[in-house]
C-alpha cells in the first residue's frame, strides 16, 4: 500500500488525500476523525479541495464508463486495460467484477503491464488468459448463478465499485405476448410528481427526453433504447405510470419476444428506479 504523501497546512497539521477523501493529522502522527476548519480554508486546504474535486469527478466518469462496457457487453481490448489499470480509479472500477477472458469467467484481479488479466474462477482457483485476450464484463442476466459468485467474492474480502453482483435483475416470463410492444409500468402510491421521476431518472444517471427517462443497451451487437414514460409534464400533475418500452436504431419499437435478457433486465430496473419501487433480486416479471 502507497504510504500517503503528508503536505504541511498551517503550523501543527498537515493534510493528505487519501483516494479521494481529504484526511488530515497533527505533527506528532495523529489522525485526526475531521479536517478543521481553519485547515480546511487554508491556502493548502483549498488546493487539496480543488484537487478532490477534480480526482472525485474523475472517479465518477471512470465508473460510468465501466458500467456503459457492462451493459454493452464489447470486449476490453488488453491493450487498453494495461493502459488504465494502474489509474486508481479505474482499477477500482473493474476489480472484483464478473468479466469473460480467455474463455473463461472469473472475478478480474489483476492485469499485468502486457494487458494480461488474472482472474479467479468459480471454483476459487487462478488462472491467467493468454497474451493479448480481451476481457469482457458479465452482465448478471447473463450469469446462470449471480449468488454463487457473490459468494466467492465474500469469500475472498472483495467488494465492487460498480453494481454488478448486486445488481437487480429480472427476467420475462413465459407469459408475455412476444409480440407486443411494451408493457405497463407498476408504481408505488407515493411514487410522486412528474418532476419527481424526472430528477429520480437523472440521479440515476438515465437519459431524459420527450418524457421518457432513456437507456441504450446493446446486446449480441444489437443496440436496443430502452422508454419508461415519466408521466405529464404538467407542473403539479401526477405522474402517471405508462408504458415501457424498446426501440431500435431506427426508432420502431421492438416486440417483447426479440427483447433480450439484458435490455430487459435494464429496461425493468430502469423503472424501478424512476418510480421508486423497491429492488427485487430476481424478480420475474409479468
Known sequence: MTP????????????????????????????????PGAVR????????????????GHEKECRAAVESWLLGGVPIPARLLARIWPDPSWRTGLRHLVVRAGGRAGLLQEVSEDGRARIRELDGAPYEPPVG???TLV???LLDDPAAWQRLLEEHGGTQAV??????VHRQREGNDPAATGIGVEADED??????????AAEHGFGVRGGFAVLRI??????????????SGEPGAPAEPGRLMWVDEAERPVPLGEVGPVAWSEGRR??????????????EDR
Not at 446493446?218 to 408521466?231: N, P, Q, S
Open 191 to 200: 411514487s410522486g410528481q412528474y418532476w419527481s421521476t424526472r430528477s429520480r
Open 163 to 168: 453494481e454488478q453482483l448486486s445488481r437487480s
Open 4 to 35: 500517503l504523501a503528508w503536505v504541511p497546512a498551517i503550523p501543527g497539521h498537515e493534510l493528505a488525500l487519501d483516494g479521494t477523501t481529504l484526511t488530515c493529522r497533527k505533527t506528532d502522527g495523529r489522525v485526526l476523525k475531521s479536517v
Open 139 to 141: 452482465h448478471p442476466a
Open 218 to 231: 446493446t446486446e449480441r451487437g444489437v443496440t436496443l433504447e430502452a422508454r419508461c414514460r415519466l408521466g
Open 133 to 135: 485476450s480481451p476481457v
Open 41 to 56: 480554508t487554508s491556502r493548502v486546504g483549498r488546493r487539496f479541495a480543488a484537487l478532490q474535486e477534480q480526482l472525485a
Open 270 to 283: 430502469m423503472a424501478e428506479l424512476v418510480y421508486g419501487a423497491p429492488a427485487r433480486r430476481g424478480a
